[in-house]
């Protein structure tokens, strides 16, 4: 089976206010779906109040990015699936809870992870 990352960005999510307990309920319905059928690898949001950290090869860091990282915030979950339209199924299920388009990106296999 292939892993398959679905996310979205922080902005994609335009939510009024009264709605966020709504959308919150419906994406944790997908993810216990998800986990109650044996797909969920895992999967969160990234912390925006913590800023990234550049760590090179001999250890040192730099509270920075890649240049050609502009922005890496939002939600996202693994699923592990046996094919790219079960992944895209579950892309829309996730899309429909959130209320955002969803990115679907497929891993590459290797055997030693």
Known sequence: MTKY????????????QEDWIAV??????????AKRAGVYV????????????????DGTSTNATYPQTKEFNGGFCV?????????????????QACRCAQELREFGYDPES
Do not use: C, Q, T, Y
């Not at 895992?42 to 090869?57: D, H, K």
């Open 79 to 95: 699923l592990e699936l046996p094919s790219r339209e079960a992944a895209i199924e579950w892309a829309a299920k996730i899309a």
């Open 24 to 33: 919150s309920d419906a994406s944790h319905a997908v993810i216990r779906e």
């Open 42 to 57: 895992f999967g969160g949001g990234i912390n925006e109040a913590v800023a990234p950290l550049m760590v090179s090869a």
């Open 5 to 16: 990352l679905i996310s979205f960005p922080a902005p994609a999510m335009v939510i009024p």
